[in-house]
């Protein structure tokens, strides 16, 4: 049976839960920083699925309940509050059956992280710089309806406007299991401001989402890197042209997927704070360094589970963006929406959440549940 199959699933989780329960109290664990916070992420994950564990077994208890009272009993209203416990069980029982296959699909370790969104210009010239702006204006507004902290680390402007390239640094709840999905080659039609004729032109910009990286995730030798100090440029007043608040890292780092060293060159000026900058500076170098050296993992899990909606290969064109019909295509559903100037102002949840139940129906068909 069903039932049975997945309560044997299920079988060791609550043991598992109270286990790490005590060991997240443990003075030892708390003392090792990289263990307690696995152990932590563990704990929250295992809570829902031991939630659900649990309301599980009382569904099935209560199925067995009802099941040997309309099999013994005689009395009609003994048989009637049978008959409706039964039915009421059973009508849970696939919803919650479904919540809890989703839970025992092992989550990637990265969902739970902070981000770095990475947005790029790419062909079409200005056109392309002033889609990368819109681009970055619209996950600025969809950020903040989530409640999210965004700030812009870097930014490149083009010579029209927009930006050739801009970094953001987003921190809240499950930010990169939300953005990963945005990572691809986003494609617009549309008259460009420039365009005298009339003529509609397609260009394009890349977005790379990736897990921001926490000081224990990478080891950075920080006697090795090599700081400069500059002012900043642009509009702030006095003290941004005067007080060198603007930094520079150089960093030597050897890549131990490749074996090559190389230079990583990060300038920060987000803020007229030198050591923010520092802060902020360091915090790039590690999410970069954790990027490359977990590329492998990433594609090694990408193989393996076959995905076509959220695989990280930003080289894939995943959107488009029509403007002259307002049209909203997500290619790797063939999810089409004509709400393009909603869409444009953050209002981006819908497609993400086809998104998220086309990968969910693909994990599951994978693990055979």
């Known amino acids: 049976m069903a039932e049975i199959s997945l309560l044997d699933r299920l079988e060791g989780i609550e043991a598992r839960f109270d286990e790490v329960a005590t060991l997240i109290t443990d003075p030892a664990v708390i003392a090792d920083m990289k263990r307690y916070v696995r152990l932590s992420k563990e704990y929250k994950d295992l809570e829902r699925l031991t939630s659900l564990t649990r309301q599980y077994r009382t569904l099935c ?122 990572s691809g080659v986003h494609r617009v039609q549309r008259v460009p401001a420039t365009e005298t004729q009339g003529r509609v032109h397609t260009s394009a910009a890349t977005v790379a989402v990736l897990p921001e990286a926490e000081p224990f995730d990478v080891e950075i030798n920080e006697g090795e890197i090599k700081w400069d100090t500059f002012r900043s440029g642009g509009a702030g007043g006095q003290n941004v042209n005067k007080v060198e608040s603007g930094v520079r890292l150089r960093y030597m780092w050897r890549n131990p997927n490749t074996g090559v060293s190389e230079e990583i060159l990060i300038e920060c000026t987000e803020t007229r704070d030198q050591p923010k900058n520092k802060e902020r500076a360091l915090s790039r170098l590690r999410t970069f360094i954790y990027d490359k050296e977990h590329q492998k993992y990433i594609d090694d899990i990408a193989s393996r589970r076959k995905t076509l909606v959220s695989t990280g290969d930003r080289s894939a064109k995943i959107r488009t963006y029509n403007y002259p019909q307002g049209r909203i295509t997500d290619h790797r559903i063939n999810y089409t929406i004509y709400n393009l100037q909603a869409f444009v102002d953050g209002d981006i949840q819908d497609v993400i959440d086809h998104l998220i139940i086309a990968e969910n129906a693909e994990k599951l068909k994978a693990a055979e549940l």
């Open 61 to 182: 208890a209560n199925v067995e309940e009802a099941k040997a009272l309309l099999a013994s009993e005689n009395d009609p209203e003994m048989r009637e509050m049978a008959r409706e416990q039964l039915d009421a069980a059973e009508a849970e029982m696939p919803d919650l059956e479904e919540r809890i296959k989703l839970e025992l699909i092992p989550a990637d370790p990265e969902d739970g992280k902070n981000a770095i969104l990475e947005i790029r210009g790419g062909t079409g010239g200005d056109e392309a710089a002033l889609f990368a702006g819109d681009l970055c204006k619209m996950y600025m507004k969809y950020c903040e309806s989530r409640g999210w902290n965004v700030a812009v680390t870097s930014a490149s402007e083009g010579a029209a406007g927009g930006f050739k390239e801009v970094v953001l640094s987003v921190t809240g709840e499950g930010v990169y299991g939300i953005l990963k999905y945005e």
